[in-house]
C-alpha cells in the first residue's frame, strides 16, 4: 500500500505537505512588497510597470507570459502551465491597478510595502496586489514541482479594474478571449472574516449585483426666489426622492442569497439569527427588512434591486427660482431584474407627470446567472475553508461590481475569494479604498495555501490519491 500511495503521489508531482511554507512564504511576501513598491493608481493605471515585473520573474522559470495590450501603457499578462486537458481550465485572476492615494493621511507612505507589526501598510495590499503575487507564487511551485495537472492553470493579470474597463477585461473577453477562456475562475470579491482576532467565516462571492443607474429630472416654471412656486422643478424633485428613498423594493432570494442567510444565522448570535430567519417567514419579514435597512444597510441591499440618491444639482443663484432639477441615483440591481419594468415601477412610485426617470446607459456591466454552489470547485472551496481556516463557507453577492460579471455572462463560473481581514479595520481606516489601507502578513500565507488547496483538489492529476 505504501508503495503504491508513494507511485500516486509521484505521478502528481509533490503533494501540499512537501512544499517548505517556510521558504515559499518568504518568496511570495518579497513578490507582494515589490508589486505594491510600483505605483498602478488608476488613472492613469500604468499597469505595464507591474507587467514588465511578472514577466521578468515568471520567464525566468521558464514560465512564458503573454503581454496582452491595447494600450501600451496598460497592459495585461497572461501565463498558463498546461495540463493533460481531460478538464476544462481553471482561471486565476486579479487587477494590477489600485484607486489613487492621498499620501499626507498615510503613516507609512503608500507605495513603500512597510511591514509594521505583523502588518503589510501599502496601496493595493488588500484591493488587489495580493492575488497578483498568489498567483505568481503558485505558477511557480506549479512548475517548479512538475505538478501533473489535469486542467491549465491559466493566470491572468488585468488593467482598469478601477476606473476603466476598456483596456482590461473588456479587451481581455472580446479580443482574446481563448487565452483565458477556462471552466473556473478565482478572482476578487471574497472575505474572509476576523472578529477580535478570530476567523469566523469565509464569504465566497457567487454573484453580484449590476449598475444599472439613472437620472431623475424634474422640470417647472422658473421664477423670482421671493415669490415661491408650489410647482418648482425642485420642490417636485425633492417629493419624488423622498418617495423613492422611502420605497421598499420587492424583495426577491436567489440561491445565493437564500443559502446566504440561512448559513449566517447558524453562525450569528441569537438575536441576529432571528432577523435572519424572519427573512423567510412573511408575517415577520417586513419588520427585519425595516431593521436591516436600518442597521445593516448591506444585508438590505442583498434582499432587492436598491437605489441611492447620490447627487442632487439644480439652480444657479440664490433668488432664481430654476426650471429644471435632476438627482442622480445609483441603482443595483439584482443579477436577474427586469430593469426596464423595474424603472416603470420606480415611476408609478413617483406618480408625478413633471419628473421624468431617465437610464444611465453608460458604464454598464452585463447581468449573469449566479455561479453555482454545488460545483467541482464550491466544495473544493468549503473544504479548503476548514482545512486552512477552520470556518464553514458562506455563498454571498456582492452588493458592489467587480470584473467578474464579464466572465459570468460568457459562461464561466467565477469564485470571488479573498484574504483574511479584520473587521475591526474598517472603522479604524485601514481597508480598501481607505486613506491607509493594510493586510496581516499570515492572511497571505493562508491564502496561497488555501488556492494550492482548491487547486490540488480540482487539477491536480490523481489528487484524490494523493492526500
Known sequence: MFVLVALLQGASGQTPASIDWTKTNAEVMRHFQALIRIDTQDPPGNETKAVNYIKQVLEAEGIPVTVAAKDPTRANAIARIKGNGSKRPVLLMAHTDTVKVDPAKWTFPPFSATRDGGYVYGRGVLDNKWQVATGIETLLLLKRNKVALDRDVIFATEAGEKAATGPGIQYLVDERWNDIDAEFCLAEGGSVVRQGGAVRYALIATTEKQPKGARLVARGPSGHGSRPLRSSAIVHLAAAVEKIAAWDPPMRFNDTTRTYFQKLAAVSPPDAAARYKALFD??????????????????????????????????????????????????????????????????????????????????????????????????????????????????????????????????????????????????????????????????????????????????????????
Not at 434582499?303 to 443663484?317: D, E, K, R, V, Y
Not at 466544495?379 to 458562506?394: F, L, Q
Open 282 to 467: 412573511t408575517g415577520k419579514a417586513a419588520a427585519a427588512r425595516a431593521y436591516l435597512a436600518e442597521h445593516e444597510p448591506q444585508h438590505y441591499s442583498m434582499l432587492h434591486t436598491s437605489i441611492s440618491p447620490n447627487i442632487i444639482s439644480g439652480g444657479f443663484q440664490s433668488n432664481v427660482i430654476p426650471s429644471e432639477a435632476e438627482a442622480t441615483l445609483d441603482i443595483r440591481a439584482l443579477p436577474d431584474e427586469n430593469i426596464d419594468a423595474f424603472y416603470d415601477q420606480m415611476r408609478r412610485v413617483i406618480n408625478d407627470p413633471a419628473v421624468t426617470l431617465v437610464p444611465n446607459q453608460a458604464n454598464q456591466r452585463p447581468g449573469a446567472a449566479p455561479s453555482r454552489i454545488d460545483s467541482e470547485i464550491f466544495r473544493a472551496i468549503e473544504a479548503a475553508d476548514t482545512k486552512i481556516y477552520g470556518v464553514p463557507t458562506i455563498p454571498s453577492m456582492l452588493t458592489g461590481a467587480t470584473d467578474m460579471a464579464f466572465l459570468r455572462a460568457k459562461g464561466m463560473q467565477c469564485y470571488g475569494v479573498s484574504v483574511a481581514t479584520d473587521d475591526e479595520d474598517m472603522l479604524k481606516g485601514f481597508a480598501a479604498h481607505s486613506d491607509q489601507e493594510r493586510v496581516l502578513e499570515d492572511s497571505l500565507y493562508k491564502y496561497l495555501q488555501f488556492q494550492w488547496e482548491v487547486l490540488r483538489a480540482t487539477t491536480f492529476s490523481n489528487s484524490r490519491s494523493s492526500r
